[in-house]
């Protein structure tokens, strides 16, 4: 009798074996429903041959239910979902339901329906329906979806619908996307580019594992480059996955994708409605979709036939995942090319020093492009001394950057102004007695946003109306912001220099593509002088009047003190300054700090790329820190505080000993509340010798915690 080891997707179960029915193919990879107490759950036959340790007779384990008609996972994605879990010491089943996107995607009929505003009103009209009509013009989406974006309930929409002023729409999943052409335009490329497209093309061609660094300054011309390897694989039929770190930056790229190939590409990320999700899906697992650009969840889709994987930005922050299975895409996306064996390009222009240390030693191929294209020139880099050059009181800006900035605005040019900071003030407090406002579920201050006039926690989403009175004292009025925000200097430009239009743009004001697409058209047209942006405007943009770019505050990133912040503040610094002049005309940055002496500061004025790196490869090597040493973190959590310190105590009283591996802890973790957990966390550092994920499962599988505490292993965390 037939029987298989199945990966149940909703279930933190190990593997469970169940008999295949007769007449039923259920080859390894086949997506079947199984039993499982009462209901009925998507799961992914995992083995079918050997399967040790199955002691159940066949006849007595329960059949399977059907086998879905979708195409069997392959086994190099099986490969992949293995390794991550074994990798990251995460769940077999967490990983797999991101190849099924939770099997969400799998379900429903080919054709949805979807509702829209059909025009007309309702007989009676309440303020909430009034509110919902507003909220949905334009829109169209599944009830639950449109109650999301409204922020109604589903009755209120179920009764908009009723009454006609909602009208559905059916929506057929299974229609193809239109074809993209690998020849539609071709750019002449620079010979630099071409040296490096060929080295792709070819690699794409021989069909075989290649990892690539793609090692560009800013302004190089990266995209038109990769854009000729994935033309070569649409020329083969072969799928492409290009990541990109943020959804806001997506817009730009469609534009150039579409101007290269002659339609938009297949989108893929966590804000996708049901039907697109459904769709792309489907067309992912058949093939019908060429190039697929998506969020790191986009990795684990069930390619029918990639060729080539290309992540942008590669060393961004963003690949990192640090809810669920933490893994980090970038290194995730070299492990799929490898089980596909297809090349991986990761482009930047301020790699990772894991990346650079892969090209040295050989693992990475590393491909340079080490000017500009079309002759722009680098833009000129100097700081400002903050302890010279000080501010007034209550401002941030030193004098010879407003200066910069009305010279730009008296040429027609424009500014962007970098802070790392959401909102008005990072911290506001009572004048009278002192109170700070702090968020109830996170240890972290709630910060001001004074255009949506709200007190907003980073971590956790919670929100309150500013109170027109102190919580503690009861002072009436007497909230002070204190230090900057990005929407603080906004005010501070329009103060000093009043005729300049100044938009603020982060992941509050980009929040939809609609709205990305909106700026940079805006600013494309000449219509936004100066721009006050966080690390969401340091890439992707290329503005040609963009001439000059300020960093409020250079500092900023070094405070956390880990061994990655100068890692981190030269690339924020050196991506945002690659906003400057990127075509005829030359750009100029001016870097505001207290530490102009500081080695990455001064690298940065310098110029000295491979000084900096260099160093901080030194003090890497010092603190057995990656690529040399290897970091772990355990974070312990539970609502109550005593069981997470409890927990996180027994963990570390079971502290395995060996000697090339240090374990600190357990302590409060960064952010010891977030999101009503407390949180505590141990820190390993390990030679790379060492059998980390071995030893942690077998230290971490023997304990066992009450229910309400949750351990969570972060290999490779990306502070440490
Ligand atoms: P990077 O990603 O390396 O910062 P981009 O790919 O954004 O650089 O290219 C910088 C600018 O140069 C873009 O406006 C791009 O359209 C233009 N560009 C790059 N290569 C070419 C080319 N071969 N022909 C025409 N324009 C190009
Ligand atoms: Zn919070």
């Known amino acids: 009798m037939n029987r298989v080891r199945c990966l149940v997707l909703n279930a933190a179960l190990g593997p469970l074996d169940y008999r295949v029915p007769e007449g039923m193919v259920a080859e390894p990879g086949q997506v079947v429903e199984c039993p499982l107490g009462p209901r009925t759950v998507v799961g992914i036959v995992w083995e079918a041959e050997r399967l040790p340790g199955a002691e159940v007779p066949a006849e007595k384990l329960r059949p399977l239910r059907a086998a879905m008609p979708i195409p069997p996972l392959s086994a190099a994605l099986r490969r992949l979902i293995e390794w991550t879990a074994d990798y990251y010491c995460a769940p077999l089943a967490s990983v797999a339901r991101m190849a099924l996107s939770s099997g969400g995607a799998l379900r429903g009929p080919a054709t949805m329906t979807e509702y829209r505003l059909s025009g007309g009103m309702p007989e009676r009209m309440t303020a909430q329906r009034e509110a919902a009509i507003e909220a949905l013009e334009g829109e169209q989406a599944t009830v639950r979806e449109l109650a999301g974006i409204a922020g109604v309930s589903e009755a209120v929409l179920r009764g908009l619908v009723s009454h006609g002023v909602l009208e559905p729409v059916g929506v057929d999943c299974d229609r193809p996307y239109p074809r993209a052409a690998p020849d539609h335009a071709q750019p002449d490329l620079s010979a630099e580019q071409q040296a490096a497209a060929d080295i792709f093309t070819d690699a794409v061609r021989a069909k075989r594992f290649a990892p690539f660094l793609l090692d560009g300054v800013t302004g190089s011309g990266k995209t038109e480059t990769y854009f000729e390897p994935i033309a070569e694989a649409l020329r083969l039929g072969r799928q492409v996955l290009v990541l990109l770190p943020e959804i806001a930056l997506t817009e730009a790229f469609l534009t150039r994708f579409e101007e290269r190939f002659g339609t938009a590409p297949v989108l893929w990320h966590s804000a996708l409605k049901s039907t697109e999700r459904r769709r792309a899906w489907r067309a992912i697992a058949e093939g019908g979709a060429q190039v697929v650009v998506g969020a790191r ?142 968020c109830p579920n996170c240890s972290a201050w709630l910060v001001e946003h004074r255009f949506s006039s709200r007190l907003a926690c980073h971590h956790c989403g919670h929100e309150t109306a500013p109170p027109p009175t102190c919580p503690e004292c009861g002072e009436p009025d007497c909230l002070v912001a204190c230090g900057p925000g990005v929407e603080r200097i906004a005010d501070e430009v329009a103060d000093r220099l009043p005729e300049a239009r100044v938009f603020v743009a982060t992941s509050d004001t980009l929040n939809s593509p609609g709205r990305a697409a909106q700026f940079v058209a805006q600013v494309e047209s000449g219509a936004i002088d100066v721009i006050v942006g966080t690390q969401l405007v340091t890439k992707g943009f290329h503005f040609p009047e963009l001439t000059l770019v300020g960093v409020v505050d250079a500092d900023l990133g070094l405070e956390g003190g880990d061994l990655r912040a100068a890692e981190r503040t030269y690339q924020q610094v050196a991506q945002v300054a690659g906003r400057a002049g990127r075509a005829s005309k030359p750009g100029e940055v001016l870097i505001q700090t207290r530490h102009p002496d500081a080695p990455v500061i001064a690298a940065l004025a310098s110029g000295d790329r491979d000084g900096f790196y260099e160093a901080e490869t030194e003090a890497r090597r010092m603190a057995g820190a990656p690529p040399f040493g290897r970091w772990a973190a355990i974070i312990v959590s539970s609502e109550e505080e005593d069981e997470a310190r409890e927990a996180a105590n027994r963990i570390g009283a079971a502290r395995p000993r060996h000697d090339d591996m240090a374990i600190y802890g357990p302590a409060p973790a960064p952010l010891s509340l977030l999101r009503g957990r407390y949180r505590y966390r141990l820190l390993i550092n390990a030679k790379r010798s060492v059998e980390l994920q071995a030893i942690l499962r077998r230290w971490l599988g023997a304990l066992h915690h009450t229910a309400g505490v949750r351990v969570n292993v972060d290999v490779d965390p990306y502070s440490f």
């Open 297 to 438: 969840s986009a990795l684990f889709l069930p390619y029918a036939k990639l060729g080539l994987v290309v992540v942008d930005e590669a060393h961004e922050v963003s690949f990192k995942q640090d809810d669920g299975v933490r893994y980090n895409a970038r290194d995730v996306a070299v492990m799929r090319g490898h089980f596909e064996r297809i090349p991986v390009v990761l482009a930047s222009a301020t790699p990772a020093l894991e990346s650079l240390a892969m090209a040295e030693n050989g693992t990475y191929t590393r491909v340079e492009l080490p000017r500009r294209f079309g002759g722009a020139q680098m833009p000129s880099i100097t700081t400002i001394d903050l302890t010279q050059e000080k501010p007034g009181r209550g401002a941030w800006l030193a004098e010879p950057l407003i200066a910069a900035i009305a010279e730009r605005l008296e040429r027609g040019e424009q500014s962007l102004l970098f802070l790392n900071r959401r909102g008005y003030a990072p911290l506001t407090l009572c004048r009278n007695c002192g109170f700070r406002f702090k």
